[in-house]
Each structure stands twice: as structure tokens, then as C-alpha cells.
């Protein structure tokens, strides 16, 4: 018996490698940017010189899911509706039902930037402080002495319950990390 490749569908990678190879000046892949073969997640994350956005207009989608699930470690977040509104969920859906919330300005896909949650949207600048006790989001709410910031899984008299509250979060700080990483 043969040695096992060391690549995941060893014999479907040469097959696609070959494929790509063939052409003399260009080569166009069509792909659901939102749900990409690992072929194509693996141009695009390489360091290969690959055109992602190309085409543009109506019917054409802004970005691929580049938000990596981070409940099983190898899906990604993709933009889904619901009755109660946007939010992202897991490509490996039903395998993966793992959800987090949209950016509550432009809808777009958060990413988790040390103590912040900041949109992937490069033409918004929404920041959201997360909870470092739960991971849940910091609301600013208003009480008896005046604004304060507190968990979202705050629930009075409930089982489960962060009661976690801060009275002041630097939301410049979040902004400042999201431009230093798209620079």
C-alpha cells in the first residue's frame, strides 16, 4: 500500500493544480464566496496572486467569509436572516449551529479584536466591548446613578445570569486596533 498524502483530498488537489495550470493567461474560478472549497480558501489565504473582487455590480458578492467559526474550528461565518434579524452562522450548518450577532449599524460580520467585537465593514466604525467574564456584549444601560456599561446575559432572577458592569470602556481603544490591522 502507497504512503497516505499528507494533504486532505490529495488526489482532488492535483486534479484542480493541473486544471489551473493549463492556462495560458487567466484563470476564473466561479465560487460561492460564502461557502468556498478548501481549494479556493487555500488560494486565497496563500500567498498566491489571486484577484478576489474583480468583478463587482449587482449580483456580485462584496467579500468571501473570511470570519473563522469559532466553535468547530473549521467553518466560517456566513450572513443568514431570521425573523428576529441578522446575525452570522456556521457554513458546516446543521454539523455547526454555532451563531453570533451582526453589527447592529451595517449588518456586516464582527471581529474579535482583543476586548473588542469591531465590524469587518472597512466603511463602518461600530465597536462593541465584550464581557470578559462571559463573552457576552456590553450594552450601556442607564440607572439610579446614571449610565453605566453591562453584560448583555444579564437576566434578573435567572439560572444563568452575568451581573458583570462597568462604569466606563474606551471605545477609541477598539477603533484604534481595527485601523492599525487594515492598515
Same mark, same amino acid.
Given at each position: 500500500?502507497?504512503?497516505?498524502?499528507?494533504?486532505?483530498?490529495?488526489?482532488?488537489?492535483?486534479?484542480?493544480?493541473?486544471?489551473?495550470?493549463?492556462?495560458?493567461?487567466?484563470?476564473?474560478?466561479?465560487?460561492?464566496?460564502?461557502?468556498? *472549497?478548501?481549494?479556493?480558501?487555500?488560494?486565497?489565504?496563500?500567498?498566491?496572486?489571486?484577484?478576489?473582487?474583480?468583478? *463587482?455590480?449587482?449580483?456580485?458578492?462584496?467579500?468571501?467569509?473570511?470570519?473563522?467559526?469559532?466553535?468547530? $474550528?473549521?467553518?466560517?461565518?456566513?450572513?443568514?436572516?431570521?425573523?428576529?434579524? *441578522?446575525?452570522?452562522?456556521?457554513?458546516?450548518?446543521?454539523? @455547526?449551529?454555532?451563531?453570533?450577532?451582526?453589527?447592529?449599524?451595517?449588518?456586516?460580520?464582527?471581529?474579535?479584536?482583543?476586548?473588542?467585537?469591531? @465590524?469587518?465593514?472597512?466603511?463602518?466604525?461600530?465597536?462593541?466591548?465584550?464581557?470578559?467574564? @462571559?463573552?457576552?456584549?456590553?450594552?450601556?444601560?442607564?440607572?439610579?446613578?446614571?449610565?453605566?456599561?453591562?453584560? *448583555?446575559?444579564?437576566? $434578573?432572577?435567572?439560572?444563568?445570569?452575568?451581573?458583570?458592569?462597568?462604569?466606563?470602556?474606551?471605545?477609541?481603544?477598539? $477603533?484604534? $486596533?481595527?485601523?492599525?490591522?487594515?492598515?
Amino acid at each position: 500500500m502507497p504512503q497516505a498524502e499528507a494533504f486532505a483530498h490529495a488526489e482532488e488537489r492535483r486534479l484542480f493544480y493541473v486544471a489551473l495550470t493549463r492556462a495560458r493567461h487567466h484563470v476564473y474560478l466561479v465560487t460561492n464566496g460564502l461557502n468556498p *472549497s478548501p481549494f479556493v480558501r487555500e488560494l486565497i489565504d496563500g500567498d498566491y496572486a489571486v484577484t478576489v473582487d474583480e468583478f *463587482s455590480g449587482p449580483g456580485f458578492q462584496e467579500q468571501m467569509a473570511d470570519i473563522p467559526c469559532p466553535a468547530c $474550528k473549521t467553518g466560517w461565518m456566513v450572513p443568514r436572516d431570521s425573523q428576529y434579524g *441578522s446575525f452570522f452562522g456556521c457554513n458546516q450548518y446543521p454539523l @455547526c449551529n454555532h451563531t453570533q450577532r451582526a453589527c447592529q449599524w451595517c449588518g456586516g460580520g464582527l471581529k474579535t479584536q482583543g476586548r473588542f467585537r469591531v @465590524c469587518e465593514n472597512r466603511h463602518c466604525d461600530f465597536v462593541e466591548p465584550i464581557c470578559p467574564r @462571559c463573552q457576552g456584549a456590553m450594552l450601556l444601560r442607564n440607572g439610579p446613578h446614571g449610565q453605566f456599561w453591562g453584560c *448583555s446575559h444579564y437576566r $434578573k432572577n435567572a439560572a444563568f445570569s452575568c451581573s458583570h458592569t462597568e462604569q466606563f470602556i474606551d471605545l477609541q481603544a477598539g $477603533k484604534v $486596533k481595527s485601523t492599525v490591522n487594515a492598515a
